[in-house]
């Protein structure tokens, strides 16, 4: 779906992006010196359990970790200075050796089109440095998938948790390399979740990244989010950035989007998304009783694809635009979407949500619209996602 002003584009497309990389970052090695001795407090912390409930930063930083790599990627020879050479962050997941980063650590992207470094390294808490190999990547979700040697070092896989439970407030801490700063602890709050934002590394939007305070530089990309009880919940994107510094705004990939990506990449080494071909607007009460919507709540059809999925399936765009409490652009006469496969769509993101999580292309699926007074079932068959959605429309 092309991107409108709070919507979805055929699985949601992003309008112009404002988030800057919060990595790579382009430091040498970090030189990790230790003192022989007593166990430090970390040591002593890593034994004990982390809290479920009381967020205690110290114990997740000890008992986590051992899990948390810093990511260097060469896209020339590293055994020559490479002017594209990038650093990341990024977790072990799995004991037989996966690691999961952002694409854009392991790839050219956002420049297009991209394509993966031909050498990765991930490095260790302890400073010990192993060659990994790029399983694959997802452009849509900034997901990428490493896979290291379970032999060639101690492997401590991280748990991964249930990103739809995240809730704004709650405490998290994040664990990366910013500005090459190897497995550097940051705290913070969930402060949004369910919004759809403008992806690093694709034309689409991505659904219900998690938005924190916690901060986030250079480096920290593709590193973990956890919650208060050491389960990663998100993977560490993108920042908000007018100066290009941490402002208190930055944005994780969900790990239930992660999970998803990593299965179907590891499983078929691509990972589909279904595409429908509207771009959305949200329809609220207010905006329905000005202009006659019959429904309160959903998303406002503003235009259809010329031959995409929702246009043979006969959906309706909006035949104008007026302006409604102080937006100009507000769309009249499109279908509302209310519904999608018994699912229920109360706005353009709950449409981005349904679209690019639950439908798959080629299953016919049922949106229910309201168009004018009458409740309609419109039978949909989505299609693949191609790389770039259509030009945007305008009603």
């Given amino acids: 779906m092309a991107a409108a002003a709070a919507a979805a584009l055929l699985g949601g497309a992003a309008g112009a992006a404002t988030a800057l990389i919060a990595g790579p970052d382009h430091n040498g090695k970090t030189v990790i010196v230790r003192e022989s001795g007593s166990p430090s407090p970390q040591a002593r912390l890593a034994s004990a359990p982390v809290g479920r409930t009381r967020f205690d930063p110290a114990r997740i930083y000890a008992a986590r970790v051992?899990?948390?790599?810093?990511?260097?990627?060469?896209?020339?020879?590293?055994?020559?200075?490479?002017?594209?050479?990038?650093?990341?962050?990024?977790?072990?997941?799995?004991?037989?050796?996966?690691?999961?980063?952002?694409?854009?650590?392991?790839?050219?992207?956002?420049?297009?089109?991209?394509?993966?470094?031909?050498?990765?390294?991930?490095?260790?808490?302890?400073?010990?440095?192993?060659?990994?190999?790029?399983?694959?990547?997802?452009?849509?979700s900034d997901v990428g998938v490493l896979r290291v040697e379970s032999s060639a070092h101690r492997l401590s896989p991280v748990p991964l948790g249930n990103s739809a439970r995240v809730a704004v407030g709650e405490s998290v801490a994040a664990i990366g390399s910013p500005f090459g700063r190897q497995n550097s602890l940051s705290v913070g709050v969930v402060s949004g979740t369910t919004k759809p934002i403008a992806s690093l590394t694709s034309d689409y939007d991505l659904p219900d990244a998690i938005q924190t305070d916690a901060p986030i530089n250079r480096?920290?990309?593709?590193?973990?989010?956890?919650?208060?009880?050491?389960?990663?919940?998100?993977?560490t994107a993108q920042i908000r950035s007018d100066s290009g510094l941490n402002q208190g705004v930055g944005f994780a990939v969900p790990i239930n989007a992660a999970r998803r990506a990593m299965r179907a990449l590891v499983a078929h080494g691509r990972v589909r998304y279904a595409y429908v071909g509207v771009s959305t607007q949200d329809l609220t009460p207010a905006i329905a009783r000005r202009l006659g919507y019959a429904a309160g709540y959903g998303a406002i059809v503003a235009c259809v694809e010329t031959g995409g999925p929702a246009d043979r399936?006969?959906?309706?765009?909006?035949?104008?635009?007026?302006?409604?409490?102080?937006?100009?652009?507000?769309?009249?006469?499109?279908?509302?979407i209310v519904a999608v496969g018994g699912r229920r769509v109360q706005s353009g993101s709950d449409l981005i949500r349904i679209v690019s999580e639950k439908l798959r292309p080629g299953r016919r699926t049922v949106f229910t619209v309201m168009r004018e007074t009458s409740r309609l079932r419109v039978l949909v068959v989505p299609v693949d996602r191609p790389a770039a959605p259509a030009a945007a429309c305008t009603p």
């Avoid at 810093?70 to 996966?98: E, N």
């Fill in 313 to 336: 399936a006969g959906l309706h765009g909006g035949s104008g635009q007026r302006s409604v409490l102080g937006r100009p652009d507000v769309v009249q006469g499109g279908d509302v």
């Fill in 66 to 140: 051992d899990g948390v790599v810093t990511i260097y990627s060469y896209f020339g020879s590293p055994s020559v200075v490479d002017p594209h050479a990038a650093q990341g962050s990024g977790f072990v997941v799995s004991r037989s050796g996966l690691v999961l980063t952002d694409a854009h650590v392991i790839t050219t992207a956002p420049a297009r089109p991209a394509r993966a470094a031909k050498q990765v390294y991930v490095e260790f808490d302890d400073g010990d440095r192993v060659p990994a190999h790029v399983v694959g990547y997802d452009l849509f």
């Fill in 219 to 235: 480096g920290n990309s593709g590193g973990p989010l956890f919650d208060a009880a050491g389960r990663v919940v998100g993977i």
